[in-house]
Structures are given as structure tokens and as C-alpha cells.
């Protein structure tokens, strides 16, 4: 469980959203970048695009294992697409702050789809990261068609906060 929790949980969605949420406090001033010229987005929009249907469906079903496991599918493309865009060079130039824009509201709003897709199984810890998003409405006033791609305004203020999952050591 230690092991499940530690790799799906910390170092899943909650390294992906502290380094998401660290490099635009970092780079813009903790604001939600204005996206720039496509930055290879398409992978988040797409993985997203590709789990509503598999996720409405294990709900529905009451088959919340799937319903989980195309939710994280979005979690592992949005980590890969940190890792190969390595947003931290982009930064390094000047000339490529519209693709670093690009490349962290991207991976904003893949934060902000999992907050809705996750909330009703992990309430607590998606009304966190919703509030460090920076949206101001309730996330519980929030359907599953609010988790359609796009709804993530630059400007946006977000605020780092506490890590959502912190490791947990395995017991000895």
C-alpha cells in the first residue's frame, strides 16, 4: 500500500503538480501563462480527449478501477510531456518564453482536468490542488463536462502550497 501510494500518489500527481505549479511561480510570477505557438499540447489534449469517455464510462459502471486508471493516464502523459519539454531549458532562453508559456498552462490544465476527474474519490487532496490552480469556484459545483479541455484562464493566480502527497517512509 506504502509502495502504491508513494508511486502512484507522491511521485505521480503530486510531483507533477509541484513542478508544474513551482515553474510558473518560478517563470511567471505564480500567473497562468498566455499559451503561445503549439508546444506539443496536442499530447495533453489528446490524452484527455481520449480519457473522458473511458472515465464516464467506469463511473457510470461503477467500474471505478477504469474510471481511475484513464484518469491516470492523463497523469503519466502530462508527466512525460514535463520531462520531454523540459520547460526548466526553456527557460534558459529568452526566445522560447511563448513555448515555455505554452508548455506550463498546458500542464496547468491537465492539473486542473485531474482535480475535477479525481474529486469524487480524493476529495480533500483535488479541493487543494483546485484552490492552488487558482480557480475560484467551487470544485464541488464542478460536473464532469467541466473537465472538457480549455478551461484554464492565463492569468490565472496560483499559489504552490503544501505537497498534496508527501512520501510516506515504508515501515521498517
Not at 61 to 88: D, K, M, Q
Request: net charge negative.
Amino acid at each position: 500500500m506504502v509502495a502504491r501510494y508513494n508511486a502512484d500518489l507522491a511521485n505521480g500527481l503530486g510531483n507533477l503538480a509541484s513542478r508544474v505549479l513551482s515553474m510558473i511561480a518560478s517563470y511567471f510570477d505564480g500567473r497562468v501563462p498566455e499559451p503561445g505557438p503549439a508546444a506539443g499540447e496536442d499530447g495533453l489534449e489528446g490524452a484527455v480527449a481520449a480519457a473522458l469517455p473511458a472515465y464516464r464510462t467506469g463511473m457510470e459502471s461503477f467500474a471505478f478501477h477504469e474510471a481511475l486508471e484513464a484518469a491516470y493516464g492523463i497523469v503519466r502523459e502530462a508527466n512525460g510531456f514535463i520531462v520531454t519539454a523540459a520547460p526548466w531549458n526553456l527557460a534558459k532562453d529568452p526566445a522560447q518564453r511563448a513555448k515555455l508559456g505554452t508548455v506550463l498552462w498546458a500542464s496547468a490544465e491537465a492539473l486542473r482536468v485531474l482535480a475535477v476527474l479525481l474529486s469524487p474519490v480524493m476529495p480533500g487532496a483535488c479541493g487543494r490542488l483546485w484552490s492552488q490552480v487558482g480557480i475560484p469556484e467551487p470544485l464541488s459545483s464542478v460536473r464532469l463536462d467541466g473537465a472538457a479541455w480549455g478551461g484554464l484562464r492565463p492569468g490565472t493566480q496560483t499559489a504552490k502550497g503544501e505537497a498534496l502527497f508527501p512520501r510516506v517512509n515504508e515501515p521498517a
